[in-house]
Nanobody, 128 residues
Framework: QVQLVESGGGLVQAGGSLRLSCTAS????????MGWFRQAPGKEREFVAG????????YNADSVKGRFTISRDNAKNTVYLQMNSLRPEDTAVYYC?????????????????????WGRGTQVTVSS
């Protein structure tokens, strides 16, 4: 069974930066596409960014355009989300997810239902 553990969340002022990490265990990390999602209070969970095993990348352009960067280190079984120029509207619980079938796609999928494994999330709070 694959386990995903997120870290790096916290409280930051608007304009600041955070780097989230998600470390996987129990599976074949290098073959998975990985995604970051977030859920703000009272809102549905939304796709933030994804990366395939060959580093094909997709962002939710509307919300994170030019501010967030996803990357992965297969040797460390870890995917990262570098978040810069944070805004209060970025406040949410951020979840890491793994797509077992992602090896077959040139770009990561953005639908929640495509992902098989999920972490418990890490809280990001951006103060104004």
């Amino acid at each position: 069974q694959v386990q995903l553990v997120e870290s790096g969340g916290g409280l930051v002022q608007a304009g600041g930066s955070l780097r989230l990490s998600c470390t996987a265990s129990g599976g074949t990390f290098s073959s998975y596409a990985m995604g970051w999602f977030r859920q703000a209070p009272g809102k549905e969970r939304e796709f933030v960014a994804g990366i395939t095993r060959s580093s094909g990348i997709r962002y939710n352009a509307d919300s994170v355009k030019g501010r967030f960067t996803i990357s992965r280190d297969n040797a460390k079984n870890t995917v990262y989300l570098q978040m810069n120029s944070l805004r209060p509207e970025d406040t949410a619980v951020y979840y890491c997810a793994a797509d077992r079938s992602g090896w077959a796609t040139p770009l990561p999928r953005s639908l929640e239902s495509a992902y098989d494994y999920w972490g418990r999330g890490t809280q990001v709070t951006v103060s104004s």
